[in-house]
């Protein structure tokens, strides 16, 4: 009986005392922000133009924006990207030349390797995947190629829990 009146006051005080750290409310209160700066002009639908470079193959471009929660930046955020463009590689990549300096100091070319059997890899026209820095800022590389003057690029962005695209025409 002695022990009953021990063992109920401690007892009572550890079923007491328990208390839920985190709530329904914490877990899901962060929301974020993300702004994207295209850096290229905007038509009266909300589409980007950008223009293709036609002496070059690919056109680089980069598409940044910013990552915030109430106000503060957010450091490394992951932001995947993914475009609706691609296109494919030919079967030569390119060639190497192999050239050395004769005795009377001219450059002689003495063979040309081809880099081969890439035929029919899909290249994207859009990197993967970024983090924000320290300043919140995100960064994505798009690299169009000439043949696709006049399509519309969608560059969708999602994140662990929301999606948007903005979509650009290619000039």
């Given amino acids: ?5 021990i063992m109920l ?13 985190l709530t329904d409310e914490d877990e899901n209160d ?7 700066d295209a850096q290229l002009p905007v038509d009266n639908n909300g589409n ?10 690919q056109t680089l471009h980069r598409v940044s924006g910013h990552v915030s929660s109430d106000g503060y ?15 494919y590689l030919g079967d030569t990549l390119g060639y190497i030349v192999n050239q050395y ?12 390797s081809y880099i081969i059997g890439f035929n029919g890899m ?13 300043s919140g800022e995100i960064n994505n590389m798009i690299a169009p190629v000439r043949s696709m003057v006049g399509d519309t690029m969608r ?17």
Avoid: Q
């Avoid at 995947?80 to 463009?85: A, P, Q």
């Fill in 1 to 5: 009986m002695k022990t009953l009146y």
């Fill in 155 to 171: 560059l969708r962005y999602s994140y662990f829990n929301g999606m948007d695209s903005i979509f650009i025409v290619l000039d």
């Fill in 30 to 36: 962060e929301s974020y922000t993300i702004e994207i």
């Fill in 122 to 134: 899909e290249v994207p026209t859009s990197n993967s995947i970024s983090y924000s820095n320290s």
């Fill in 9 to 21: 006051p401690l007892i009572l005080i550890l079923f007491i005392s328990c208390e839920e750290w």
């Fill in 48 to 57: 980007y133009h950008l223009t293709l470079e036609r002496n070059n193959w």
């Fill in 73 to 87: 930046a957010v450091e490394n955020f992951w932001v995947e990207w993914d475009s609706n463009l691609l296109w």
């Fill in 101 to 112: 300096l004769n005795n009377s100091g001219v450059y002689v070319s003495v063979d040309t």
